[in-house]
């Protein structure tokens, strides 16, 4: 046990006399038949009077957050999924079990059985008949899991922050109830949910960088999907007119406050409607979600009051980019002077971008200073044609598509468009997406035939839409980080973190030396 705490080795010789004495310290027989908010519920209203004139008894299960002892009696403070409750151990209770009892510490579970009392500073207390430990915890509690410090560990051990911290337990219990009711709007409204293939030939439906993998037995290389998108297509023209999807996507790209390489999206599609209606649709189910979750439309996120209450501002790219810039319509209108301004206000790009096409510099122009400006809930709209090749062209102007993102706090959280359902069209763009990966752009769109023949079979006028699960639980739960509201973000290996850190500090003393 060479390097292990103190504490630690005292707790395994604990565990030692334990077993010595007889006693299994990790038993699997005993049943609770109440959850510590239950029994809050139930009787946290009632007097002293009320308590000692109730023959109940309540066998309850958790884990030791604390003990204050005192020889020959303890108070101990448990804690199971529901809530915390003080427990009151003594010895003449517990005569037979007592040098176990007396051997318990924070981080073990026991049981308990007992009956409500109210102490002397009238706290709600369960008066233990009956004691039995559960298992016995080696490793102790740490004192101090809070601050900015400990966010590393806090991300890395997430069994322990679920264990101190009670405001991430609840982050992670709205994230659950967030999903349901996305499901049960969908539902109410004749979605079906589906699952499609997570491993791909093919890695479309996105413009990212996929993860690779390898199947042996077939001897082929498969792609963990960026997006269901074009699985979820082939079912709306096989006639699940309505579908949707949770689930995990892979996206071979860096770490930030708002990535992550593995994430949740909600992906949905509905024949027969536009991208018009979806707009209708996210505003009302988000600001349903909202009213739910905080009983309000209106919600605090890092201390601005985001406000979900419909109908949200919408704008198009361009309007975006006027309204947060000192940009003219007459530079937008031009590809040079675009470029000229993109420089301006992006001056790090990489080589290669002079021969950016005129809407990707539109776009690289608005994500460079209009998105981040975009503080409460908006739908910018009408996206350049080069950057969206699965949508449908705008009918009055065929270099945009019907098309929109939902932007708020600065951030996109969904991605929807008017669904482009013709195969000739869609053969066309995607013989560009190829010219473009030939070219040296690794996150152009793959020619996908399956696809391409799955369409001309047919495809209904659809729309279809991506919401990031994990954005949108970050603004709905004030989380500032994407892995705040991820049970287990993806992090760099510890032994790669400390050689990190060691290297660091390394180079801090050969500063100071100089």
């Known amino acids: 046990m060479e390097g292990r705490s103190q504490e630690f080795k005292q707790r395994v010789e604990k565990l030692g006399r334990i077993r010595e004495s007889g006693v299994n310290p990790y038993p699997n027989d005993f049943k609770p038949d109440s959850c510590l908010k239950d029994i809050f519920k139930d009787h946290n209203g009632k007097t002293k009077e009320d308590l000692e004139g109730m023959d109940s008894c309540f066998t309850v299960a958790g884990r030791v957050l604390a003990v204050r002892s005192f020889g020959k009696a303890a108070f101990v403070k448990i804690q199971d999924r529901t809530a915390s409750l003080q427990v009151y151990l003594q010895r003449d209770n517990l005569t037979d079990i007592w040098p176990i009892a007396k051997k318990i510490d924070a981080g073990d579970f026991i049981g308990i059985k007992g009956k409500l009392f109210r102490t002397k500073t009238d706290e709600l207390t369960l008066d233990a008949e009956s004691f039995t430990l559960l298992t016995k915890g080696l490793s102790p509690l740490p004192e101090k899991w809070h601050g900015l410090k400990d966010v590393e560990a806090r991300y890395r051990q997430r069994y322990v922050d679920l264990m101190v911290n009670p405001d991430v337990r609840e982050v992670f219990r709205k994230r659950t109830e967030i999903i349901r009711l996305i499901r049960k709007y969908l539902n109410d409204r004749d979605y079906l949910e589906v699952e499609t293939p997570m491993m791909q030939h093919i890695a479309g439906g996105a413009a990212a960088r996929p993860f690779v993998t390898h199947h042996n037995a077939l001897d082929t290389d498969l792609y963990l999907r960026i997006a269901p998108e074009l699985y979820l297509k082939r079912l709306v023209i096989g006639g699940f007119e309505r579908v949707f999807e949770i689930n995990r996507n892979f996206r071979n790209e860096g770490t930030s406050t708002q990535h992550n390489p593995e994430f949740t999206m909600l992906e949905f599609y509905e024949a027969y409607a536009d991208f018009e209606d979806l707009m209708k649709l996210t505003e009302d ?53 675009s470029l000229e301004f993109l420089r301006e206000v992006n001056p790090r790009l990489p080589e290669g971008w ?23 809930p908006t739908f910018v709209t009408h996206f350049p044609i080069e950057v969206s090749p699965l949508s449908r062209k705008n009918d009055k102007d065929e270099t945009l598509v019907d098309r929109f993102e939902l932007i708020c706090a600065g951030r996109e959280i969904a991605n929807a468009f008017s669904e482009l359902n013709d195969p000739i069209d869609q053969r066309e763009r995607f013989v560009s997406q190829v010219k473009e990966r030939e070219a040296g752009d690794d996150e152009a769109q793959p020619m996908d035939e399956d696809f391409l023949r799955a369409m001309e079979y047919g495809m209904p006028p659809t729309a279809g839409e991506g919401i990031g699960i994990d954005r949108l639980v970050m603004l709905l739960t004030d989380s500032p980080s994407i892995r705040d509201v991820i049970l287990f973000p993806l992090l760099k290996p510890e032994a790669k973190q400390e050689s990190k850190e060691q290297e660091e500090t390394q180079n801090n003393k050969k500063g100071k030396k100089a």
Not at 288 to 300: D, N, P
């Open 285 to 337: 189910m988000v600001s349903g979600i909202a009213q739910e979750l905080h009983g309000s439309t209106k919600v605090m996120y890092q201390g601005t009051e985001l406000d979900f209450t419909a109908p949200w501002k919408r704008l198009t790219i361009k309007e975006a980019v006027l309204e947060h810039s000192d940009a003219t319509e007459e530079i937008l209108n031009d590809r040079d002077k």
């Open 354 to 376: 002079d021969k950016l096409s005129h809407g990707k510099i539109i776009v690289e122009i608005f994500e460079a200073i209009g998105e981040e400006n975009l503080i409460q």
